[in-house]
T-cell receptor, first 116, second 111 residues
Framework: DQQVKQNSPSLSVQEGRISILNCDYT??????FLWYKKYPAEGPTFLIS?????DKNEDGRFTVFLNKSAKHLSLHIVPSQPGDSAVYFC???????????????FGKGTKLSVKP | KAGVTQTPRYLIKTRGQQVTLSCSPI?????VSWYQQTPGQGLQFLFE???????NKGNFPGRFSGRQFSNSRSEMNVSTLELGDSALYLC??????????FGPGTRLTVT
């Protein structure tokens, strides 16, 4: 049973336009969400995160929105650039009262292609 | 700061053998987590170590084990390799626990 779902395996966007990547989750206990970007043959690169007490976090061209009632988050990239072409993973963390936050639960990823 | 490093980058083993993978975290990070990435299952959490203690463990068989040393470097071991263990093994380190920084991974092929 997937707790974190990225229902679009791929997305194609024109350079300069907005890219919107979506992620749904089922576990209401998740308290922290992250987006990672991954190029082939490399490890995931951390992009941006958001705590469950917030509904928006911005970092340059990247903005993450969290809708807790809908158990939905999205990553907006504006403007999109060809170098943004990669696989994007959504991840979530559940509080562990033993002190560990080291277990991230990942979605299956969305492959973004930004066309020049 | 140097990033997370993993050695070796590529490995080919045969069924029944065992393998040890190594991970050096970012300086100052005490938490190290390991993940397995396969095309079918995506990224799955194996275990997390903090200050030489395993803090959390995923749903993998006991053939998968790990340890962490006093300098925060970590190793993971897979015994009695099976074909299905072929995967990219990723190590991630963290200072706070939430934001994890990944290494390039070790590509393990079991034949």
């Amino acid at each position: 049973d997937q707790q974190v779902k990225q229902n679009s395996p791929s997305l194609s966007v024109q350079e300069g336009r907005i890219s919107i990547l979506n992620c749904d989750y089922t576990n209401s206990m998740f308290d922290y969400f992250l987006w990672y970007k991954k190029y082939p043959a490399e490890g995931p690169t951390f992009l941006i995160s958001i705590s469950s007490i917030k509904d928006k976090n911005e970092d340059g061209r990247f903005t993450v929105f969290l809708n807790k009632s809908a158990k939905h988050l999205s990553l907006h990239i504006v403007p999109s650039q060809p170098g943004d072409s990669a696989v994007y993973f959504c991840a979530a963390s559940e509080p562990n009262y033993g002190g560990s936050q080291g277990n991230l639960i990942f979605g299956k990823g969305t492959k973004l292609s930004v066309k020049p | 700061k140097a990033g997370v490093t993993q050695t070796p980058r590529y490995l080919i083993k045969t069924r029944g053998q065992q393998v040890t993978l190594s991970c050096s975290p970012i300086s100052g990070h005490r938490s190290v987590s390991w993940y397995q990435q396969t095309p079918g299952q995506g990224l799955q959490f194996l275990f997390e170590y903090f200050s030489e203690t395993q803090r959390n463990k995923g749903n993998f068989p006991g053939r998968f084990s790990g340890r962490q040393f006093s300098n925060s470097r970590s190793e993971m071991n897979v015994s009695t390799l099976e074909l299905g263990d072929s995967a990219l093994y990723l190590c991630a380190s963290s200072y706070s626990g939430y934001e994890q920084y990944f290494g390039p991974g070790t590509r393990l092929t079991v034949t």
